[in-house]
């Protein structure tokens, strides 16, 4: 039986029909996963132990309980959407201050009526933000997971962890990581190196992974801050655009495919994709097993998540800030999603 929805909801799901229409939870033949950067998702309470004070009631974005669950229940709203009446199985976020948030999001917005259980560690980043998985029981039944810190070797400084997971998709096991990798702020070419050991750390947990198990389904999805084709991504993730130029030991990324028609995060009138999926070529090409096909991955870049851009050329993200004012809407970055389908084994 579906489960109720409220009609903002259900006018969401009718008018991105085409994000949902082949949902293969609906017909148990595989999961629905999505990542979404969310935009300093702060709780309003002030944490003395972080670089918070301005996502407070006092602080200077004037950060209210009332602007905070309006932001909960847009996030409830937009991974509805994406999944249509079965919301994803899984969803990877990043920009989430703590556990509270991710409480609040799976069982006082829109989400609550579908069971998700939260996977979350604290990391040292200084704004307290990390990321995290929330995920459905049903759909993946959870074996563990592991934070893995960057130590990095130069210019050291926290930043948020690499969240890894596993668990059952039907009797096969999907490795997870979620990622959100140092900023491009203070200049791309001057904090390129921390994303490139972060390039360089995400590699070697999967050769650890593919060396236990060659064959093994392993997933990073997240916010890289860095595009498709930049060294981080490319050469030392080694992840590639399509099947016809994969070596052993590549990667594909699922959502390059998007490079010349759409974006995930807009910066002074350009759309750039920094928010991506990698997966194996076990994933990538398989025949039996577990299976991403690479026209199942899409931006999720439904109307209300857009607006025009101020000079009237052009659309951007509809955010819930420009710069420090207000502006009441949804997130910064555009979400991401993928199915993957349960194929028979022989």
């Known amino acids: 039986m579906k489960k109720p929805i409220g009609l903002t909801i259900f006018l969401i799901l009718l008018l991105n029909n085409f994000a949902f229409s082949q949902n293969p939870q609906e017909d148990k033949s595989g999961i629905r996963i999505m990542f979404y950067n969310v935009e300093n998702l702060f709780h309003p309470e002030n ?16 950060w209210t309980y009332q602007r905070y669950n309006d932001k909960l229940a847009k996030i409830g709203k937009t991974a509805i959407a994406i999944g249509g009446w079965e919301p994803p199985a899984v969803i990877g976020l990043c920009e989430v ?18 069971g998700y259980n939260v996977v979350h560690q604290e990391s040292k980043d200084s704004r307290g933000i990390d990321v995290a998985f929330i995920y459905r029981p049903e759909h993946f039944k959870l074996l563990g997971y592991y934070s893995y810190e960057l130590i990095f070797p130069i210019n050291p400084g926290p930043s948020r962890d690499i969240l890894y997971m596993k668990g059952l998709v039907g009797k096969d096991t999907l490795h997870l990581f979620v990622n959100h990798w140092p900023s491009r702020y203070g200049g791309q070419l001057a904090t390129e190196p921390k994303r490139q050991f972060a390039a360089l750390t995400l590699r070697q947990k999967f050769d650890s992974l593919m060396t236990l198990d060659p064959g093994a389904y392993i997933l990073a999805m997240g916010d890289f801050n860095d595009h498709p084709d ?13 099947s016809a130029s994969l070596k052993t030991g590549d990667l594909m990324n699922l959502i390059w495919q998007y490079e010349n028609s ?32 690479l026209n199942r991955a899409q931006i999720f870049d ?38 993957v389908i349960i194929q028979p084994k022989p």
């Open 47 to 62: 944490d003395s132990l972080k670089n918070d004070d301005e996502f407070t009631e006092e602080g200077t974005r004037h």
């Open 97 to 114: 201050e703590n556990l509270q948030c991710l409480k609040d999001l799976v069982y006082n917005s829109p989400l609550k009526e579908f």
């Open 230 to 242: 930049d060294v981080s991504m490319h050469e030392l993730l080694r992840a590639q655009k399509d």
């Open 262 to 293: 759409k974006g995930t995060h807009n910066y002074q009138h350009e759309w750039g994709i920094l928010d991506q999926f990698i997966v194996t070529q076990s994933l990538s090409m398989g025949t039996a097993g577990l299976y991403a096909p």
């Open 302 to 339: 439904a109307d209300y998540l857009l607006e025009p851009e101020s000079d009237g050329i052009g659309k951007t993200t509809n955010r819930t800030y420009d710069g420090f004012t207000y502006h009441g809407g949804y997130a910064d970055h555009l979400p991401v999603y993928m199915d």
